[in-house]
C-alpha cells in the first residue's frame, strides 16, 4: 500500500533535506516510488523546484515552507527524515515513529548528535551523519524500510517505549521540589 515519508527540518536542515531527498526518491525502484506520499518541508524559494522532481517522478507530495499540523503528520508517517533537535527528538518519541535522524553538523556541542544516540540506542531510528547522508545512502534506507516494514513496526514501538509524555510535569515537580 501507500508509503508515508514526512521530511522535515529547521531552515538549514530544510534546505539539505531539498537537495538530497528529490534525488534519492529518483534512485528508488520505480513500483516503490509509485507507493510514496511524500509530505515535505522546504524552503519558500526550494518549494517549486521539490515539487517539480516529484510530478517529474509521478511521486504524490505535498511541499511547502511550514506544516501548522506537524504532530498529526509525524503520527501519520510511517517512516520520517529529520534533523535531531531536542523538540523533533521528544516529538518522535513520545508520539512513536520510526525515523532516520541527521544531526546538524558543526555544532560546539553536538547535542543533536547527541539527542540522536538516545534514540538509536533505544532502537527507535537510525541515525546518519549528514556527510554520510548522500541520494544514493537515502534511497538505499528508504527501499529497505518499504521493503520490511517489520522494522518500522518494531522501531515505532521503541521509540514510543522511549517517550516521556509526563515530562512537562515531572519537570514542574522537579522545580517546586527544589524551590521548597
Given amino acids: 500500500g501507500t508509503f508515508r515519508l514526512l521530511v522535515f527540518g529547521g531552515s538549514q536542515g530544510a534546505r539539505f533535506f531539498s537537495e538530497c531527498v528529490p534525488p534519492a526518491i529518483e534512485r528508488l525502484a520505480p513500483e516503490l516510488r ?77 547535542d543533536q548528535a547527541a539527542n540522536a544516540a538516545v534514540l538509536e540506542k533505544a532502537g527507535g531510528a537510525w541515525t546518519i551523519r549528514q556527510a554520510e547522508m548522500t541520494p544514493e545512502r537515502l534511497a538505499e534506507e528508504l527501499g529497505k524500510a518499504m521493503t520490511f516494514p517489520e522494522q518500522l513496526v518494531e522501531a515505532a514501538a521503541a521509540a514510543r517505549a522511549a517517550g516521556r509524555p509526563d515530562a512537562v510535569a515531572r519537570l514542574a ?7 521548597a
Fill in 34 to 110: 509509485a507507493r510514496l506520499s511524500i509530505v515535505q518541508q522546504a524552503r519558500p524559494e526550494d518549494v517549486e523546484a521539490v515539487k517539480a522532481t516529484y510530478d517529474r517522478l509521478g511521486v504524490a507530495a505535498e511541499v511547502a515552507p511550514f506544516f501548522i499540523d506537524l504532530p498529526a503528520r509525524i503520527a501519520a508517517a510511517h517512516l520520517v527524515v529529520c534533523r535531531s533537535g531536542a523538540s523533533s527528538v521528544g516529538e518522535l518519541s513520545v508520539i512513536g515513529r520510526p525515523s532516520i535522524l541527521v544531526p546538524l553538523p558543526g555544532s560546539l556541542d553536538q
Fill in 173 to 179: 515537580d522537579l522545580v517546586e521540589t527544589a524551590m
